[in-house]
């Protein structure tokens, strides 16, 4: 039996590096990868075939669908929270229509092949949006259905994506000729922030976390862009990988929801920094909130109810806080930097 295909876009990115890895290593899948930029030489080594291009550019697309069965899409380009508040529109352009161009393709797929192609999209604890810090630590963990009401275009852009994925999956071309035909199986998990040990972020607003501890590891002073007591999920990247792999597989039987909840545990700033500084003494970590960012912490949620997913597809975090960072991100980060 010829393995299977899975396209990853965004596949340079954090999640992307990662999640190669572990797809390459466990050997099911062959992997087809698009990115904005070239494959590094490592990553390319563990491609069927590695495309350099669009999330928009149709022809593309259509092009890479035509060469390859593709039996599962991973989803990952997007254009962060922070970024996408210095360019509303562009954020919209890459996350909302480069996820419709995706599932036009997906959806073609499946209708082709005669059987629903998997499309996994990573969606993000932006989704939800809190007034107010007080309502936030009332609100604790919150249920899916809650607080839908996000207040940056990222996270806009990722609850209509989610929308869009579940018209897909339940509802595409409902009138008519075509309504019969094979629709595709969007699954959908919301990530809280994610924090690997071989890649610093870029763009987001979570990303106080992992800056905090690479400067450390550094040896570099951090200046942190939100007040110590700001609170919210957190997740290591392997576990965020294994999440994406587990969900891939899930028994559609059992799944009782479209989007789920994914959490790890829950961290703040002054939390992070001394654990920092308890694994490199003499690290310096100060803070000075910038208002905007800040309040777009306080809006997300300081946890999440993930009941469902630990229900529906067993749905178990290796990594809390401290193993985390003592089994994890700690030793993996040291031996990054003393390579150099
Ligand atoms: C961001 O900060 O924008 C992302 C996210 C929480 O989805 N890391």
Same mark, same amino acid.
């Given at each position: 039996?010829? %393995?299977?295909?899975?396209?990853?876009?965004?596949?340079?990115?954090?999640?992307? #590096?990662? /999640?190669? !890895?572990?797809?390459?290593?466990?050997?099911?899948?062959?992997?087809?990868?698009?990115?904005?930029? +070239?494959?590094?030489?490592?990553?390319?080594?563990?491609?069927?075939?590695?495309?350099?291009?669009?999330?928009?550019?149709?022809?593309?697309?259509?092009?890479?669908?035509?060469?390859?069965?593709?039996?599962?899409?991973?989803?990952?380009?997007? /254009?962060?929270?922070?970024?996408?508040?210095?360019?509303?529109?562009?954020? #919209?352009? &890459? *996350? &909302?229509?480069?996820?419709? *161009?995706?599932?036009?393709?997906?959806?073609?797929?499946?209708?082709?092949?005669?059987?629903? &192609?998997?499309?996994?999209?990573?969606?993000?604890?932006?989704?939800?949006?809190?007034?107010?810090?007080?309502?936030?630590?009332?609100?604790?963990?919150?249920?899916? !259905?809650?607080?839908? &009401?996000?207040?940056?275009? =990222?996270?806009?852009? $990722?609850? =209509?994506?989610?929308?869009?994925?579940?018209?897909?999956?339940?509802?595409?071309?409902?009138?008519?000729?075509?309504? *019969?035909?094979?629709?595709?199986?969007?699954?959908?998990?919301?990530?809280?922030?994610?924090?690997?040990? !071989?890649?610093?972020?870029?763009?987001?607003?979570?990303?106080?976390? +992992?800056?905090?501890? #690479?400067?450390?590891?550094?040896?570099?002073?951090?200046?942190?862009?939100?007040?110590?007591?700001?609170?919210? +999920?957190?997740?290591?990247?392997?576990?965020?990988?294994?999440? /994406?792999?587990?969900? /891939?597989?899930?028994? %559609?039987?059992?799944?009782?929801?479209?989007?789920?909840?994914?959490?790890?545990?829950?961290?703040?700033?002054?939390?992070?920094?001394?654990?920092?500084?308890?694994?490199?003494?003499?690290? $310096?970590?100060?803070?000075?909130?910038?208002?905007?960012?800040? $309040?777009?912490?306080?809006?997300?949620?300081?946890?999440? !109810?993930?009941?469902?997913?630990? *229900?529906?597809?067993?749905?178990?975090? %290796?990594?809390?806080?401290?193993?985390?960072?003592?089994?994890?991100?700690?030793?993996?980060?040291?031996?990054? =930097?003393? $390579?150099?």
């Amino acid at each position: 039996m010829p %393995k299977g295909v899975v396209l990853i876009t965004g596949s340079n990115g954090e999640i992307g #590096h990662s /999640l190669i !890895d572990r797809i390459a290593a466990e050997g099911r899948y062959n992997v087809v990868s698009l990115d904005l930029t +070239p494959a590094p030489d490592e990553l390319r080594a563990k491609c069927l075939a590695s495309y350099t291009g669009n999330i928009m550019d149709r022809f593309l697309m259509d092009q890479i669908a035509a060469h390859h069965e593709i039996e599962a899409v991973f989803h990952l380009a997007a /254009l962060l929270s922070t970024r996408g508040e210095r360019d509303p529109e562009l954020a #919209h352009q &890459v *996350n &909302v229509e480069g996820t419709l *161009n995706l599932l036009r393709v997906a959806q073609q797929q499946s209708a082709r092949l005669g059987r629903p &192609v998997r499309f996994l999209f990573p969606s993000s604890i932006a989704v939800y949006g809190l007034p107010d810090v007080a309502t936030k630590r009332e609100a604790g963990r919150i249920g899916e !259905d809650e607080w839908n &009401v996000p207040v940056t275009m =990222y996270g806009c852009n $990722k609850l =209509y994506c989610e929308h869009l994925g579940r018209y897909y999956t339940r509802y595409h071309r409902q009138l008519g000729a075509l309504s *019969n035909v094979a629709r595709l199986d969007f699954r959908s998990m919301r990530f809280p922030g994610l924090i690997s040990a !071989d890649t610093v972020p870029t763009g987001g607003t979570s990303d106080f976390g +992992p800056e905090m501890l #690479h400067a450390a590891a550094k040896g570099e002073p951090y200046a942190c862009f939100v007040g110590p007591e700001a609170a919210i +999920p957190f997740m290591a990247m392997p576990d965020a990988v294994t999440a /994406l792999v587990q969900f /891939l597989d899930a028994d %559609k039987e059992k799944l009782t929801r479209v989007v789920y909840n994914v959490g790890a545990f829950s961290i703040s700033a002054a939390k992070i920094a001394e654990r920092v500084s308890a694994a490199f003494p003499g690290s $310096k970590v100060t803070y000075e909130p910038d208002a905007v960012r800040a $309040k777009i912490v306080d809006s997300w949620p300081e946890d999440v !109810d993930d009941s469902a997913a630990r *229900n529906d597809w067993g749905w178990n975090p %290796k990594f809390d806080a401290a193993r985390a960072f003592d089994e994890y991100l700690v030793p993996r980060i040291r031996a990054r =930097y003393a $390579k150099g």
